[in-house]
C-alpha cells in the first residue's frame, strides 16, 4: 500500500475519482480512532461523526426541476479534501452535556421555545421531545457555543458547522436526482409535512410517524454516505453568510463570506414543512445568527481532518 501522503496526492488530482477518494477518506480515518467503518466519536457525549470523501458535484437544480426557487442556479463545486459529519443532528443529549459544562446557555434556549414569534408566551406551550431527539430552538451563537465546547474536549479547532455546499454536497451523496432516493417526496426518507402545495403543516405517513414533533434522530435510512436527516425533521444552520446569487458561491467547498453577513442560512426542512423545501438543492431562508426559540430549527457539526 502507498504511504499515506502519496494517496492524497492522487486523490487531489484525481478528485472526481469517487473510488480513489474513498481510498483517501478511509487512509485519513485509519490514523483516527474509530467507532465503526468510517465512523468516529471524540467523547462519550459528542456526536458520532462520519467520514465524508473528496468530490465534485452540481450544486443546485436544473431549469426543469419542479418546485426549484431562482437561488439554485446550477453550478459545479470541488471539496478537495476529506471532512467529517455528524451522523445526524446534534441531540438534545449532547446539547444537555453541553450546558452541563456550563459552555451552553441551556436556560435561555429553553426560555426562548416558550415564545412564539409575537414574542409573547406560548399559552399551551407542550415543551419539546427531549432525549435523542434534536435539540431546537438554539440560534446560531448556541452552534458556535456548542462547537466551541467539543473543541475543548479535543484541544484543537477542528469542530465547525457545514459550509452550505458541504451539506448539498452531503446530502446527494452522489446522487444527482431531487432527493437522494429519487425524484418524488417520501415519508420512508424522512419527517416532513405535506407532500402538495407549500403550506406548512404536519404529516404522518408510512415510516414517518411524527406529525407536531421531531422525530429521534437517525429513525430513517442513511445515505450512501451514511448520514441520516438531510432532509426533514429539523432545519440546520450552516455557515454561510447569505449569498443570494448562486454564481458566486464559492466552488471549492469554502463558505460564503460574500451578501449578507448580518444572517446566516440553514439547509434540510422540518418536521411542518413541505415537500418542495425537501429537495436536495433548496436553500432555505435565513435568520438572524442570535434567532432562538425556532422550535423547527437545529443544527449539525463538521469536523475538519486536515
Ligand atoms: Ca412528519
Ligand atoms: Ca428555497
New binding site residues.
Given amino acids: 500500500m502507498r504511504p499515506c501522503a502519496a494517496r492524497i496526492g492522487i486523490a487531489l488530482v484525481i478528485a472526481a475519482s469517487l473510488a480513489m477518494t474513498a481510498g483517501f477518506a478511509a487512509c485519513i480515518n485509519a490514523d483516527r480512532a474509530d467507532s465503526g467503518a468510517g465512523a468516529f466519536k471524540d467523547c462519550g457525549a459528542c456526536p458520532e461523526m462520519v467520514v465524508v470523501p473528496p468530490g465534485i458535484f452540481v450544486m443546485g437544480s436544473p431549469e426543469t426541476e419542479k418546485n426549484r426557487d431562482a437561488d439554485e442556479g446550477q453550478h459545479s463545486v470541488a471539496i478537495a479534501y476529506p471532512f467529517a459529519v455528524s451522523k445526524g443532528p446534534v441531540t438534545w443529549d449532547q446539547w444537555d452535556a453541553c450546558v452541563r459544562d456550563g459552555a451552553c446557555d441551556g436556560p435561555s434556549v429553553e426560555a426562548a421555545l416558550r415564545l412564539g414569534r409575537d414574542g409573547k408566551p406560548i399559552r399551551d406551550y407542550a415543551g419539546h421531545a427531549p432525549g435523542h431527539h434534536p435539540v431546537v430552538g438554539v440560534s446560531w451563537w448556541d452552534a458556535q457555543a456548542f462547537i466551541r465546547w467539543l473543541n475543548s474536549k479535543i484541544g484543537g479547532n477542528k469542530y465547525r458547522l457545514l459550509s452550505e455546499s458541504e451539506f448539498e454536497y452531503a446530502a446527494r451523496a452522489g446522487t444527482a436526482t431531487v432527493y437522494w432516493w429519487g425524484d418524488e417526496p417520501s ?1 420512508e426518507y424522512a ?3 405535506k407532500d402538495a402545495g407549500q403550506d406548512l403543516g ?4 408510512g415510516r ?4 407536531d414533533s421531531t ?1 429521534p434522530v437517525c429513525s430513517f435510512p442513511a445515505n450512501a454516505f451514511g448520514l441520516c436527516d438531510m432532509h ?1 425533521n429539523v432545519y440546520q444552520w450552516v455557515e454561510d453568510c447569505y449569498e443570494s446569487d448562486a454564481n458566486l458561491l464559492p466552488t471549492d467547498g469554502s463558505a460564503a463570506e460574500s451578501g449578507d453577513c448580518a444572517v446566516r442560512g440553514f439547509r434540510s426542512n422540518s ?1 411542518e414543512s413541505n415537500a418542495k423545501t425537501l429537495r436536495s438543492a433548496n436553500r432555505a431562508f435565513v435568520y438572524a445568527p442570535d434567532t432562538r426559540g425556532r422550535p423547527y430549527l437545529g443544527f449539525r457539526v463538521a469536523k475538519t481532518l486536515r
Fill in positions: 415519508h419527517n416532513y409535512g404536519g404529516w404522518a405517513e414517518d410517524q411524527w406529525v422525530s426533514g418536521f
